[in-house]
Nanobody, 121 residues
Framework: QLQLVESGGGLAQPGGSLRLACAGS????????VGWFRQAPGKEREGVGC????????YYRDSVKGRFTIVRDNDKSTVYLQMENLKSEDTAVYYCAAERACAIITEADFWGQGTQVTVSS
């Protein structure tokens, strides 16, 4: 059973930065693709981006391209979401999820508990 734990959320000013971490249990974590999702109050959950377990390819939704970066450190069994130039519309609870491939990440069986990101002056 794979367990995911997010950390790193908090309050940032518009234009600021935050880095979220998704720590996975077990050595198998390195083989999983990991996606980041977010859900704002009153809105549906949306995908932010994903990194493949096979080759490290990354994918992002258009609204975060050039501002968000997903990287993984397999030695630490952790995937990071580096968020730059934050905007108020980035405010949401952020979740990570793990599945065999990014193509099916929305069907992931393994999810973290979520971490709040608030962008406000």
């Amino acid at each position: 059973q794979l367990q995911l734990v997010e950390s790193g959320g908090g309050l940032a000013q518009p234009g600021g930065s935050l880095r979220l971490a998704c720590a996975g249990s077990g050595s198998i974590f390195r083989h999983y693709s990991v996606g980041w999702f977010r859900q704002a109050p009153g809105k549906e959950r949306e995908g932010v981006g994903c990194i493949e377990g096979s080759d490290g390819s990354t994918y992002y939704r258009d609204s975060v391209k050039g501002r968000f970066t997903i990287v993984r450190d397999n030695d630490k069994s952790t995937v990071y979401l580096q968020m730059e130039n934050l905007k108020s519309e980035d405010t949401a609870v952020y979740y990570c999820a793990a599945e065999r491939a990014c193509a099916i990440i929305t069907e992931a069986d393994f999810w973290g508990q979520g971490t709040q990101v608030t962008v406000s002056s």
